[in-house]
């Protein structure tokens, strides 16, 4: 019992000592929508989930997005991938070296979802598979 307590109270020290404070990333991440989901690409920028946002494909209550804020300049720049449809799509993983990501496509109005994975070649998206 004392080398559990020991255990969980050093756990803690550690991660109190590394903690960093959050910080807000800039409104061109941080829309009106809502965003979720987010995984770091490596090499790339920060992938996400958006939904409740005009700019979606299906609107405002067309469905989940995926976002890219790209980092490879200065200034933050963000996109919406190309394979995004009225359904609702969000990450589920990326290969390392950022250019295979795996997502999950469902409707609203199904119980059913699908896994599909694109490769990018640097500048295009292959077709979902």
């Known amino acids: 019992m004392v080398k559990v307590f020991w255990s ?11 903690a960093q404070k959050p ?4 409104s061109i991440v941080n829309s009106e929508g809502e965003e979720s989901l987010p995984m770091v690409m490596p090499g790339t920028g920060l992938l996400f989930t958006r939904s409740l946002y005009p700019a979606n494909v299906g609107g405002t209550y067309g469905g989940q997005d995926i976002w890219l804020a790209e980092w490879r300049t200065k200034a933050t720049k963000v996109k919406r991938l190309p394979f995004n449809t009225t359904q609702n799509e969000f990450i ?10 795996y997502f999950v496509r469902s409707s609203a109005n199904s119980l059913t979802s699908s896994l599909y994975r694109v490769r990018s070649n640097g500048t295009t998206w292959t077709s979902p598979e």
């Open 8 to 18: 969980i109270f050093l756990l803690n020290v550690c991660c109190l000592s590394f």
């Open 23 to 26: 910080m807000r990333l800039e």
């Open 92 to 101: 589920a993983g990326a290969q390392p070296d950022g250019r295979t990501l």
